[in-house]
């Protein structure tokens, strides 16, 4: 079975732009989460989706917003860039949200 | 607010030595919790879980303890291999709602 997918592995943008990321969950997976890693912050919780629909959002500004496709891909949006959103993205998706999650090889983005 | 802690930043051992990884929690809610390793350009791999009803879940050489009147976690590796060497990171959850991880604790196995 194939893992998560995450496109693209690597971004380099300017301050101002947007940037869209992509997601592709295993295989009968209907959720899927995103999460932002910084060097000495750990894994911080972005939001959830559920069959379409957020269920849960992290503490992170309006500019981070994402959705989710009939097909479980999931796209997150981060709108005007900040130096501060330097970071890796990650991607998990598990069956439902109490079950296991398995993490995409994240997305490398980088704010210059 | 950082709800789960993972205070030590690095940790290294010898080859067949027993590493232990700590993870510290405030929220006494939290009813599951996972380690997960990861690799340098790859995103974490799931290792180990453990509910809130057991103290204790083993898998071949790593081992998690649960002391949940301390809102400690620990992971034990035994023996240590060199292939061990990445960054653990513990995660947890309550009542299946989302998942805090800690910071991550890099181990370095030394052969």
């Known amino acids: 079975k194939a893992g998560v997918t995450q496109t693209p592995r690597y971004l380099i943008k300017t301050r101002g732009q947007q940037v869209t990321l992509s997601c592709s969950p295993i295989?009968?997976?209907?959720?899927v989460s995103w999460y932002q890693q910084t060097p000495g912050q750990g894994l911080q919780f972005l939001f959830e989706?559920?069959?379409?629909?957020?269920?849960n959002k992290g503490n992170f500004p309006g500019r981070f917003s994402g959705r989710q496709f009939s097909n479980s891909r999931s796209e997150m949006n981060v709108s005007t860039l900040e130096l501060g959103d330097s970071a890796l993205y990650l991607c998990?998706?598990?069956?439902?949200?109490?079950?296991?999650?398995?993490f995409g090889p994240g997305t490398r983005l980088t704010v210059l | 607010d950082q709800q789960v802690k993972q205070n030590s930043p690095s940790l290294s051992v010898q080859e067949g030595r027993i590493s232990i990884l700590n993870c510290d929690y405030t929220?006494?809610?939290?009813?599951?919790f996972l380690w997960y390793k990861k690799y340098p350009a790859e995103g974490p791999t799931f290792l180990i879980s453990?509910?809130?009803?057991?103290d204790k879940n083993e898998d071949g050489r790593f081992t998690v303890f649960l002391n949940k009147s301390a809102k400690h976690l620990s992971l034990h590796i035994v023996p240590s291999q060199p292939g061990d060497s990445a960054v653990y990171f513990c995660?947890?959850?309550?009542?299946?709602?989302?998942?805090?991880f800690g910071t991550g604790t890099s181990l370095t196995v030394i052969p």
């Open positions: 998990a998706s598990s069956y439902d949200r109490t079950d296991t999650q398995y």
């Open positions: 295989s009968g997976h209907r959720s």
């Open positions: 989706y559920f069959s379409e629909t957020q269920r």
């Open positions: 929220n006494s809610m939290f009813d599951y």
């Open positions: 453990i509910s809130s009803i057991k």
């Open positions: 995660a947890a959850s309550a009542s299946g709602n989302q998942f805090y």
